[in-house]
């Protein structure tokens, strides 16, 4: 459940960006953040690092396609995006607060999250989905350099990275737990 939470917004925008304006999309998705927010806050947990962060990147770009340039184009749009969520990402464990720790926090007992490992796990996780914005940003960087190449390669890369850190955020865990013997509940991971 945790994992359609913190996806929700990024499917919406990709799904709005096939069938309607792209300030649209932006905007709903920044909604969608704020609401995730919203929830967060009635379950008496905290803001998370990631959802203000993107409802703040979605409203931002939003505002700059209304008021400012409303001829940006979509793989503009997209790699401003990605480019966003590298930086909040990476930014992050920049301030050592990887991302995750905040849902990782939340789904552990407090013993577990007091183990050895347990932040380090959260920093090498946080770097996965580091690593996947940055391979999905270059993807439509050649995009918007080299028009030739035809759509899907991008959206390929994206699906590629995207999946690969869910699978990586859900295998992560396991194997920490069968190489040091952690319990697997010390690791964060998406019920």
Not at 12 to 36: E, G, N, P, Q, R
Not at 145 to 158: C, E, M, N, T
Not at 161 to 172: D, G, L, M, Q, V
Request: with cysteine; hydrophobic share 60%.
């Amino acid at each position: 459940m945790a994992i359609f939470l913190i996806l929700a917004p990024y499917g919406a925008y990709s799904f709005l960006m096939l069938v309607t304006s792209v300030t649209i999309s932006v905007f709903v998705a920044s909604a969608i953040c704020l609401a995730t927010v919203a929830i967060d806050v009635a379950r008496g947990r905290t803001v998370k690092i990631l959802a203000m962060g993107s409802a703040l990147l979605f409203a931002a770009i939003g505002l700059y396609l209304t008021l400012i340039d409303p001829a940006l184009g979509t793989l503009a749009v997209k790699l401003s995006v990605d480019i966003g969520i590298f930086a909040i990402s990476l930014g992050s464990m920049l301030v050592r607060r990887p991302f995750t720790l905040q849902y990782a926090l939340e789904s552990v007992p407090a013993e577990t999250a007091a183990m050895p490992g347990f932040l380090y796990a959260n920093y090498v996780i946080t770097a996965a989905w580091t690593a996947a914005a940055l391979l999905m940003a270059a993807a439509n960087l050649v995009l918007l350099y080299v028009p030739g190449l035809p759509l899907w390669s991008s959206l390929a890369v994206a699906f590629a990275a995207r999946n690969s850190a869910i699978y990586f955020t859900k295998w992560y865990p396991e194997y920490r737990q069968i190489k040091y013997g952690t319990p697997a509940s010390a690791m964060p991971h998406t019920r």
